[in-house]
């Protein structure tokens, strides 16, 4: 069981628009910055959304992320073939016990 | 290019011992945090360990915290994680990644694959 709740699945056609929820609490997402990670099949993770709206150089426009009290979102646009992957939150936690946590992965499926 | 590079995979009989390292380069190591995740197959990811900049501060996950222990050295520009008392659940593909200074993960690993059986 994760510290932040991720929908295990999404789906949607090439074109369309889809939405990851990330759900925390007053000790993580309510007090930190949060990040995402997409990882491709049989890679390693790569850094989408940092800051909980920014994007580092070379990720592209058609990903965005917000933040609103203790949970998190990740938008896709434009989904692709490409965009298929798992998708992972992850932030500060305060609890001394788990300093660092992440979702439990988004698994993203383009139709 | 900045890279990090993990290296000291393998497998391991239970209660066995390893120690993983991780080379940076690129970028001056020693002015940042680093972490340690895991990922067990088929699971996702989960966060094992972190040390500060300078190592002045280090945590662990619960799963770990007793039987592994993070450090670094900054001459080297490597990171490592001794890794004791090793049970099968600690059978993962284990990433070093950067930690830019703010709650984020900026560069990793391809990783390195701990197997724990006997």
């Known amino acids: 069981q994760s510290v932040l709740t991720q929908p295990p699945s999404v789906s949607a056609a090439p074109g369309q628009k889809v939405t990851i929820s990330c759900s925390g609490s007053?000790?993580?997402?309510?007090?930190?910055?949060v990040s995402w990670y997409q990882q491709l099949p049989g890679t390693a993770p790569k850094l989408l959304i940092y800051?909980?709206?920014k994007r580092p150089s070379g990720i592209p426009d058609r990903f965005s992320g917000s933040k609103s009290g203790t949970s998190a979102t990740l938008g896709i646009t434009g989904l692709q073939t490409g965009d298929e992957a798992d998708y992972y939150c992850?932030?500060?936690?305060?609890?001394?016990?788990?300093?660092?946590?992440f979702g439990g992965g988004t698994k993203l499926t383009v139709l | 290019q900045v890279q990090l590079v993990e290296s000291g995979g393998g497998v391991v009989q239970p209660g066995g011992s390893l120690r993983l390292s991780c080379a940076a380069s690129?970028?001056?190591?020693?002015?940042?945090?680093m972490h340690w995740v895991r990922q067990a197959p088929g699971k996702g990811l989960e966060w094992v360990a972190f040390?500060?900049?300078?190592?002045?501060?280090?945590y662990y996950a619960d799963s770990v915290k007793g039987r592994f222990t993070i450090s670094r050295d900054n001459s080297k520009n490597t990171l490592y994680l001794q890794m004791n008392s090793l049970r099968a659940e600690d059978t993962a593909v284990y990433y070093c990644?950067?930690?830019?200074?703010?709650?984020?993960?900026?560069?990793w690993g391809k990783g390195t694959t701990v197997t724990v059986s006997s």
């Open positions: 007053s000790s993580n997402i309510g007090n930190n910055y």
């Open positions: 800051d909980n709206n």
């Open positions: 040390i500060r900049y300078d190592g002045s501060n280090k």
């Open positions: 690129g970028f001056t190591f020693s002015s940042y945090g």
């Open positions: 992850g932030t500060w936690d305060s609890s001394l016990s788990v300093p660092w946590v």
């Open positions: 990644a950067k930690d830019p200074g703010n709650a984020a993960m900026d560069v």
